[in-house]
């Protein structure tokens, strides 16, 4: 499955954007979608994953309650909705898919099999 994010951005503090992530190619019920960043200088962290038939989400602690992590089946895209973004957010995002895991969200990146190509998001105080 190919992933293409999309969406980043400069935007000041305190406000928002929405990435999205299409998907050409497949995805199965029972695969997790992924958000994860880097920020400079940083190794790459969890943000958000949603499975994709079931809807069930996780979010790592740092986003929880900002930032929302939705998809629309019909369309193959996942979105993440960002809201009260901090200079803290600032990070290159990609979207990955996870076809192998079955049972809980995993917030590994390394069980992610197929990864988009990054989207810069910049957030200036």
């Known amino acids: 499955v190919q992933l293409q994010a999309s969406g980043g951005g400069s935007v000041q503090a305190g406000g928002s954007l929405r990435l999205s992530c299409a998907a050409s190619?497949?995805?199965?019920?029972?695969?997790?979608m992924g958000w994860f960043r880097q920020a400079p200088g940083k190794e790459r962290e969890f943000v958000a994953a949603?499975?994709?038939?079931?809807?069930?989400?996780a979010y790592a602690a740092s986003v929880k309650g900002r930032f929302t992590i939705s998809r629309d089946n019909a369309e193959n895209t996942a979105y993440l909705q960002m809201n009260s973004l901090s200079p803290e957010d600032t990070a290159v995002y990609y979207c990955?898919?996870?076809?192998?895991?079955?049972?809980?969200?995993?917030?590994?990146?390394?069980?992610?099999?197929?990864w988009g190509q990054g989207t810069l998001v910049t957030v200036s105080s």
């Open positions: 190619g497949r995805i199965f019920s029972t695969n997790i």
């Open positions: 949603i499975r994709w038939s079931a809807g069930n989400t």
């Open positions: 990955a898919l996870a076809r192998r895991i079955t049972s809980a969200i995993t917030t590994l990146g390394t069980a992610y099999d197929d």
